[in-house]
């Protein structure tokens, strides 16, 4: 008995002397295992292909190590003499208790090292099993509770889960979050719907950008200003969101963008505009076709060469649309003969704000900033090319284009000296 070994006379002095003893060998066993054995095993470890591993295998070595101790206190205890049987019941139950969540936490590391090591497998992002391993976490420490109130009040777990049936509907309701999660964390990785790396448009969430991170409750998202915003896994099958992963697989990316004409400014070609035009390269085989087609349908009836309404003419929008086409698809990075991406430059219907001139056709780079630089130059081409072809783009008039209508009225000296001025019509300003 470890009381025999305290040379004092008093019961009470005996038992607290023969405590400490056994708390002090049960620490001095835990240092030996930490100092000692674990230093070992960790310099064993740095030259196995686990290296990097190591913080996990340690961590899940060294929450074992305290199952020794544990095993220790609980059966040194009934060598302590003088003690109340309901305190050496008590302390063997929670050392019992203790050794049972102590595992838990060793299982709880174990899962964290499995996903580590499943995340280096070049598949990973597709099927991230992160989520199934915190469903295991839940489970395991489930387990551990239950186990560790059996030892406490030293009954049958058996007894205990009979009882859970009764309390199913509050851990339905306890666990509705994790639940809804876990199916749903199902439903996104049995049907490919995201990934870790897909860039995933979500507004009702404000989310917008890489997804970093999928676990059980939660999938974070890195937004394009390098916020992270944290979507709860259920929402992304309850409610919509844009997955661009397709658009990056396919190896193209859309240009929709389109030129607004003022449609004042479209008109006929005169033949000594046209011979002009003819100096692009990308418009004379257009401008020689339809010139002889147009010539072919003219020549089909008098009347239409006689007056030229009845006849068929060349226009500059016309003219302009053929060549925004042959431009474009002559621009190195642009998709003009793929099946699946769509090439068309097109009219719209007129709007009050002009004529759309659309641009639809994909990039062959799918990069953002790539894809915003060609389809800049692109633009910056048609926009500086458009006043060859006499056409104009629309804006809505500002300031400079106020002060320039001012400038050409009768008017203008008596707004100079602050006289009364009138608005006439949509032209400019008059004298009252």
């Known amino acids: 008995m470890l009381s025999d070994l305290i040379p004092i006379d008093q019961p009470w002095a005996q038992a607290l002397g023969a405590l400490t003893l056994l708390f002090l060998i049960a620490a001095v066993v835990y240092r030996i295992m930490v100092s000692g054995v674990l230093r070992v095993f960790q310099w064993i470890l740095a030259r196995t292909p686990m290296a990097t591993d190591g913080p996990h295998v340690l961590s899940i070595s060294r929450r074992l190590a305290w199952i020794i101790p544990a095993i220790i206190v609980r059966r040194g205890i009934a060598l302590v003499d003088h003690l109340p049987t ?126 970093i991170d999928m676990a059980l409750h939660t999938v974070k998202v890195q937004n394009w200003d390098k916020t992270v915003t944290t979507v709860p896994t259920y929402k992304l099958i309850s409610e919509s969101f844009i997955n661009w992963r397709a658009m990056f697989e396919s190896g193209g990316r859309r240009i929709q963008r389109s030129l607004m004409i003022d449609q004042s400014s479209i008109r006929f070609l005169a033949a000594d505009e046209i011979e002009r035009l003819k100096r692009f390269v990308l418009l004379r085989p257009y401008l020689e076709e339809k010139e002889a087609e147009l010539n072919r349908w003219n020549r089909a009836s008098p009347e239409r060469i006689e007056q030229s309404v009845n006849s068929r003419r060349i226009t500059n929008i016309g003219t302009f649309r053929a060549y925004v086409d042959a431009y474009v698809r002559s621009h190195p990075d642009i998709h003009t003969d793929h099946p699946d991406m769509t090439f068309l430059v097109r009219q719209l219907a007129p709007t009050p704000t002009g004529l759309p001139l659309q641009i639809y056709c994909f990039t062959k780079n799918t990069a953002w900033a790539v894809y915003e630089g060609i389809q800049s130059d692109i633009f910056d081409h048609l926009l500086a090319i458009l006043p060859e072809f006499d056409l104009r783009l629309f804006q809505e008039p500002g300031g400079h284009d106020v002060r320039g209508m001012i400038s050409r009225q009768p008017g203008r000296a008596r707004l100079r000296k602050g006289l009364p001025m009138r608005l006439d019509g949509a032209y400019g300003y008059s004298c009252k």
Request: cysteine-free; glycine content about 8%.
């Open 86 to 211: 309901i305190l050496v019941e008590l302390i063997a139950n929670l050392a019992a208790a203790f050794i049972v969540f102590t595992f838990a936490r060793a299982i709880s590391s174990a899962f964290d090292l499995l996903n580590d090591l499943y995340q280096r497998r070049d598949d990973a992002n597709k099927l991230p099993i992160k989520g199934y391993l915190e469903v295991g976490k839940i489970v395991i420490y489930m387990a551990a509770g239950i186990l560790m109130l059996a030892i406490m009040i030293d009954q049958s777990p058996i007894l205990l889960l009979s009882g859970l049936g009764a309390m199913g509907a509050v851990l339905m309701l306890v666990f509705k979050d994790t639940i809804l999660s876990f199916v749903a964390s199902v439903q996104l990785s049995n049907n490919d719907m995201i990934r870790i790396g897909d860039w995933i448009a979500m507004p009702g969430q404000s989310a917008d950008g890489f997804v």
